[in-house]
C-alpha cells in the first residue's frame, strides 16, 4: 500500500467507558468514513483498508467496540455483552461518535461501514441518524434465519438461565462456525470460512484478539439484533433517499445464510429505498478485506464513496478532478 502512519488514539462514550481509535486522516478530504468492526476481532485488522481510503482523499475512524480489542481484554469483558442492553448499547456509541465526527468534521459527509456483526450497527445507524449520514456500506451482513434464529434465541436464553450470561458458548459457536467451515471441508483452519486467502486466515488464527469464545450474552445480542435490524418495522426507518451499498462474497455463509442477501436486497427495496446497491463477488469468502481480490473490493467501494460524494457536490469533484 502507502507509507502512512495511523494514529491510535482514544475514544470516550458519555458513561465514560473508553476504547482503542484508529484514525488516518487524508489530505484534501472529501468525506469521512467510519468502520464497525465484526465479532471476535478488532479495528487494526482495517488498516489496509484505511491506507487505500487515505489514497482517494478519505478520513477514516475505526472504533474498537467495546465488547472487543485491548480495552475489553485489560477489563476482562472480551467477546461479552449483556442481554437486553449490549447492542443499544454499542448503537448509543456508534451515534454518540458520528456526532463527535460531524462536529470534528462538519463539512464533510459522513459514511459509515460495517462488517458483519459490525454492519448491524452501520445498517442501524441509518435507520436512527440516516438523516445525518451520506450513506451506508454493509459487507457480510447477517440476515434473518427465520424460526432457525428465534428457536436458536430460545435456547440461548435457557443456557444464561441455567449457567449465565458469561458463560463461553462455546457448545453455539461450534454449532454456528463449525456449519459455516462444513462446505470447505477438508481445511487446515476452522476458520477458513473467513478466507479464501490461507495466510490472511493463518493471520486471524494467530491474533490474540480475534477468535475468541463469546459469551452466551453476546450470542443473545448478536441473535436478536439480527431479528430486528432485518424486520420490516426496522427497514422502514432507513429512509428512501439514504444510498446504500450491499456486498458479500458468494461463498460467503454468513450473507447467504437463511434468507440470504438477496432476500435482504428486495427488502430494501420493498420499502422502497431508493439508493440500494448490491455486490457479490463470486468465489470469495466472508471477509472481503481479506481476501486475495481485496484490492477490487476497496476499488469499487472507493467508486460508490465518489459517486455519492459527486451527487451531493458535484462542482467540487469536477474541481478536483481537473486538480
Known amino acids: 500500500m502507502i507509507d502512512v502512519t495511523i494514529d491510535h488514539t482514544h475514544w470516550i462514550a458519555s458513561d465514560g467507558y473508553t476504547t482503542t481509535m484508529h484514525l488516518l486522516e487524508a489530505t484534501a478530504p472529501k468525506g469521512v468514513v ?13 488498516q489496509e483498508f484505511a491506507e487505500f481510503l487515505y489514497a482517494h482523499h478519505y478520513h477514516t475512524i475505526i472504533p474498537d467496540l467495546r465488547c472487543f480489542g485491548t480495552r475489553a481484554e485489560q477489563l476482562d469483558s472480551l467477546g461479552h455483552l449483556e442481554p437486553n442492553e449490549g447492542f443499544d448499547q454499542l448503537v448509543q456509541d456508534a451515534e454518540e461518535l458520528v456526532y463527535d465526527i460531524k462536529d470534528r468534521y462538519s463539512d464533510l459527509p459522513i459514511f459509515v461501514f460495517g462488517h458483519s456483526f459490525g454492519s448491524l450497527i452501520s ?22 434465519s427465520g424460526l ?7 435456547v440461548v436464553q435457557r443456557l444464561i438461565e441455567q449457567t449465565s450470561s458469561r458463560h463461553p458458548a462455546e457448545g453455539m459457536s461450534k454449532l454456528i462456525f463449525g ?23 493463518l493471520r486471524y488464527d494467530e491474533d490474540m484478539l480475534s477468535g475468541q469464545t463469546v459469551t452466551l450474552g453476546f450470542f443473545y445480542e448478536l441473535l436478536a439484533a439480527t431479528k ?9 426507518q432507513h429512509p428512501r433517499h439514504l444510498p446504500l451499498l450491499l456486498t458479500a462474497g458468494e461463498d460467503d455463509p454468513v450473507a447467504f445464510d437463511g434468507k440470504g442477501i438477496h432476500t435482504l436486497f428486495d427488502a430494501y427495496n420493498r420499502v422502497r429505498v431508493e439508493g440500494v446497491q448490491l455486490t457479490v463477488y463470486r468465489g470469495l469468502r466472508h471477509e472481503l478485506f481479506h481476501e486475495f481480490e481485496r484490492i477490487r473490493v476497496f476499488a469499487d467501494i472507493a467508486g460508490w464513496l465518489n459517486k455519492q460524494v459527486g451527487s451531493l457536490h458535484p462542482s467540487s469533484v469536477r474541481k478536483q478532478g481537473h486538480q
Do not use: C
Request: without cysteine; charged residues 15%; aromatic residues 10%.
Open 148 to 154: 432457525l434464529g428465534t428457536l436458536s434465541k430460545q
Open 228 to 236: 430486528a435490524v432485518n424486520s420490516l418495522a426496522y427497514l422502514y
Open 123 to 144: 445498517r442501524r445507524l441509518g435507520q436512527t441518524l440516516g438523516h445525518e449520514l451520506a450513506g451506508v456500506i454493509a459487507s457480510g451482513p447477517p440476515t434473518d
Open 34 to 46: 467510519i468502520v464497525f468492526h465484526g465479532m471476535m476481532e478488532h479495528g487494526a485488522r482495517y
Open 179 to 201: 456449519r459455516y467451515n462444513l462446505r470447505f471441508f477438508p481445511a487446515l483452519s476452522p476458520n477458513a470460512w473467513l478466507s479464501s486467502d490461507p495466510q490472511s486466515v
